[in-house]
C-alpha cells in the first residue's frame, strides 16, 4: 500500500506571512494527489486534486495555491496567510488503476496550522 | 444541492453494540466509504459499498441502501481504542468525494 509522508506537522504562523506545506507518496505511480482542510467539528473541505504533473484543479477560490513540480510530490502554498486558514490540513493519495477518481484515499499525517 | 448527514456525536459502552447512519443525497452515485479518525490524526479507510447489502469485516460491517440513500457502520464487541470520529463519504457521477462531518463516537467503560 502507499505511504503519505507530510510535513510539517506543526506550525504556527502570524497573519501575512507565507506557507508550505509538503507532500510526498511512495508505494504508487501516477497517483491523483488532493488537499484538504478540515476544521474542527466539520467535515473535509477539498481545496486542490492533481491527476498529473503540473496539472492542478482548485475546488475553492482562495488565497492558497497549490503545485505538483513531480509525480509524487504535492505542495500547498500560500503567499500571505490569513486567520480563516487556520486548520487541520491533509494531503491525500489514490491510486489510478481503475483509471478513475474515486478510490480509496491514503492520507498523510496532517499539518496543523495556527494563524495568529 | 449535494448533502451528507451522520450524527454529531453518539456514546457507548465498552463491549456494546453501536450503529452510525448516514444518509447522502448526492447528483448520481458510485459508491460509499467509511473512514475512521483519531483526534489529531488522519483518516484511515475502513469500508466501501457500492452494492446494495452488508459488507462485514472482522467487528466492523458496512450496510448500503442505495434506493433509499442511506448507510450504516455497525461495530460490535466495542472496545475503547474505537473511540474516534467516523467519516462517511459518498461519491458522486463525476467520481468526487461529498464527505460527511463526521460522527463523534465515545465509548465508556
Known amino acids: 500500500s502507499q505511504t503519505i509522508h507530510q510535513w510539517p506537522a506543526t506550525l504556527v504562523q502570524p497573519v501575512g506571512s507565507p506557507l508550505s506545506l509538503e507532500c510526498t507518496v511512495e508505494g504508487t505511480s501516477n497517483p491523483n494527489l488532493y488537499w484538504y482542510r478540515q476544521a474542527a467539528g466539520r467535515g473535509l473541505q477539498l481545496l486542490f486534486y492533481s491527476v498529473g504533473i503540473g496539472q492542478i484543479s482548485s475546488e475553492v477560490p482562495q488565497n492558497l495555491s497549490a503545485s505538483r513540480p513531480q509525480d509524487r510530490q504535492f505542495i500547498l502554498s500560500s503567499k500571505k496567510l490569513l486567520l480563516s486558514d487556520s486548520g487541520f490540513y491533509l494531503c491525500?493519495?489514490?491510486?489510478?488503476?481503475?483509471?478513475?477518481?474515486?478510490?480509496?484515499?491514503?492520507f498523510g499525517e496532517g499539518s496543523r496550522l495556527t494563524v495568529l | 444541492g449535494q448533502n451528507i448527514d451522520q450524527p454529531t456525536e453518539m456514546t457507548a459502552t465498552e463491549g456494546a453494540i453501536v450503529q452510525i447512519n448516514c444518509t447522502y443525497q448526492?447528483?448520481?452515485?458510485?459508491?460509499l466509504f467509511w473512514y475512521q479518525q483519531h483526534a489529531g490524526e488522519a483518516p484511515t479507510f475502513l469500508s466501501y459499498?457500492?452494492l446494495d447489502g452488508l459488507e462485514e469485516k472482522g467487528r466492523f460491517s458496512s450496510f448500503l441502501s442505495r434506493s433509499k440513500g442511506y448507510s450504516y457502520l455497525l461495530l460490535k464487541e466495542l472496545q475503547m481504542k474505537d473511540s474516534a470520529s467516523y467519516l462517511c463519504a459518498a461519491v458522486d457521477s463525476n467520481y468526487q468525494l461529498i464527505w460527511g462531518a463526521g460522527t463523534k463516537l465515545i465509548i465508556k467503560p
Open positions: 459499498n457500492v
Open positions: 448526492t447528483s448520481g452515485f458510485n459508491g
Open positions: 491525500a493519495s489514490e491510486d489510478t488503476v481503475r483509471g478513475a477518481r474515486g478510490g480509496e484515499l491514503f
